[in-house]
C-alpha cells in the first residue's frame, strides 16, 4: 500500500499537468515536458518530507531523557 500510494501520487501528477497542459496549449510534447517535471517536483517533494519526518523522529528520540 506504502509504493502503491507513492507511485499513484506521482503518476497522477503527471497525468492531470499532461491533461491540463495539453488541453491549454494543444501542445504534446510541451505537455508531456511540463508532466514529467511536475512528477519530478512531486517525487522530490515527497523526499524531502521522508527525509524531514525520519530526522524529526530522529532528534526526538535523542533528546528525550531516559531515566
Not at 16 to 32: F, L, M, P, T
Not at 38 to 67: E, H, N, R, S
Amino acid at each position: 500500500p506504502i509504493f502503491g500510494s507513492i507511485i499513484g501520487a506521482v503518476l497522477g501528477a503527471f497525468a492531470a499537468s499532461y491533461i491540463a497542459e495539453y488541453s491549454k496549449a494543444g501542445d504534446a510534447d510541451r505537455a508531456r515536458q511540463v508532466g514529467i517535471s511536475v512528477m519530478k517536483g512531486q517525487a522530490l517533494g515527497m523526499t524531502f518530507k521522508i527525509i524531514m519526518a525520519i530526522c524529526m523522529v530522529g532528534l526526538t528520540i535523542f533528546k528525550m531523557t531516559w531515566q
